[in-house]
């Protein structure tokens, strides 16, 4: 994914802040972690031990966060996370959550079967 989710939002014409860079309140913060904390425990329910899954919230941009994989082999993939401050006090579409978590599994898997080639011998058949 590598930041690559439509809901990353992109800087602001010309400011270097996300798009919806506004103060959030404690509420929405906390909102915001939560969601977090749930595409980050989503994400590893994906994935096998190995695959490290962590996160951020970026202080002072709004309502943003990076959510990344370490994978056993390959290079970490991550995806940005930045919902609107409104959805923050709505609720958060779990939908969204989800393809989040699943394109960053998805990712990460790819990671490593690009890192390992087709040199591996199946143990099963």
Same mark, same amino acid.
């Given at each position: 994914?590598?930041?690559? /989710? @439509?809901?990353?939002?992109?800087p602001?014409?010309?400011?270097?802040?996300?798009?919806?860079?506004?103060?959030? #309140?404690?509420?929405? +913060?906390?909102?915001?972690? $939560?969601?977090?904390?749930?595409?980050? &425990?989503?994400?590893? #329910? /994906? !994935?096998?031990?190995?695959?490290?899954?962590? #996160?951020? !919230?970026?202080?002072?941009?709004?309502?943003?966060a990076?959510?990344?994989?370490?994978?056993?082999?390959? $290079?970490?993939?991550? *995806?940005?996370?930045?919902?609107?401050?409104?959805?923050?006090?709505?609720?958060? &579409?779990?939908? @969204?959550? +989800?393809? %989040?978590?699943?394109?960053?599994?998805? #990712? *990460? %898997?790819l990671? %490593?079967?690009?890192? %390992?080639? &087709?040199?591996?011998?199946?143990?099963?058949?």
């Open positions: 994914m590598n930041g690559n /989710y @439509t809901g990353a939002g992109g602001a014409a010309g400011t270097g802040e996300p798009a919806n860079a506004e103060e959030l #309140s404690g509420g929405q +913060r906390d909102a915001l972690r $939560h969601a977090v904390a749930g595409i980050v &425990d989503e994400t590893q #329910s /994906y !994935l096998p031990e190995g695959y490290q899954v962590g #996160s951020e !919230l970026n202080a002072g941009t709004g309502a943003a990076t959510v990344a994989v370490d994978p056993p082999a390959g $290079h970490p993939v991550t *995806a940005g996370y930045s919902p609107d401050p409104e959805e923050l006090e709505s609720g958060l &579409d779990p939908e @969204t959550q +989800r393809e %989040v978590a699943q394109g960053l599994a998805a #990712s *990460a %898997v990671q %490593v079967m690009d890192a %390992v080639g &087709d040199g591996i011998t199946p143990t099963g058949r």
